[in-house]
């Protein structure tokens, strides 16, 4: 179906590493999403990538739609404590106007 | 200009009880769209409304409904309160073709005792 598998579930990793999350789905997707939620408050837009083999980055992250369509990868380099959050991979779903999303990875800093 | 509203904040409610959630969307966004978060299951789609119109349903029971006034603030109904209805509902809102548009609200945590 259209469920999405986002991993790793969660990280712990030290500020100025660098962060890789997947996200695959059996599923082709048209766009793929990547939202950031702070704790308290509603997922935020990140990426958006419309196009197979596009690579966009927003400052420190970036991320890439997969050249077979069915996964997304989101990278954050150097990253800092403010980073800590959840982050989702989501796409479109086939009845239109609506989201799938992925269980999320969490991602906590230390300084 | 201020982003999507929701209201209440936190909510408590017994088992077999209604409840009733609302959300105001950014000023001119026409489709508003209701997601429920839980730790176990994530963000799972509940229904989107545009113009007064659902366009879209999510995979949930009948006791979830939802509306759109003519202003675009947009209701959502639970009746006959589960435990595991507990959960964080947030809104979402856009202009109405594109989703990747889409603000979200801080939600309401609903808590169902």
């Known amino acids: 179906g259209q469920q999405l598998n986002q991993s790793p579930q969660s990280m712990f990793i030290q500020e100025g590493e660098d962060v890789s999350m997947n996200c695959t789905s059996s599923s082709i997707f048209n766009t793929w999403l990547w939202y950031k939620q702070d704790p308290g408050e509603g997922p935020v837009l990140l990426i958006a990538?419309?196009?197979?083999?596009e690579l966009t980055s927003n400052g420190r992250l970036t991320a890439q739609f997969g050249i077979t369509r069915k996964d997304s990868f989101l990278n954050i380099s150097a990253s800092i404590p403010s980073d800590v959050g959840i982050y989702f991979c989501?796409?479109?779903?086939?009845?239109?106007?609506?989201?799938?999303f992925g269980k999320g990875t969490s991602l906590l800093v230390t300084p | 200009k201020a982003g999507v509203t929701q209201t209440p904040r936190y909510l408590i409610k017994t088992r077999g009880q209604q409840v009733t959630l609302s959300c105001s969307p950014i000023s001119g966004h026409r489709s508003v769209s209701w997601y429920q978060q839980t730790p176990g299951q994530g963000l799972q789609f509940l229904f989107e409304?545009?113009?007064?119109?659902?366009?879209n349903k999510g995979n949930f029971p009948g006791r979830f409904s939802g509306r759109q006034f003519s202003n675009s603030r947009s209701e959502m109904n639970v009746s006959t309160l589960e435990l595991g209805d507990s959960a964080l509902y947030l809104c979402a809102s856009s202009w109405g073709q594109e989703i990747y548009g889409y603000t979200f609200g801080s939600g309401t945590r609903l808590t169902v005792v």
């Open positions: 990538l419309y196009k197979a083999g």
């Open positions: 409304y545009f113009s007064e119109t659902q366009r």
């Open positions: 989501a796409g479109p779903r086939h009845s239109g106007y609506a989201l799938n």
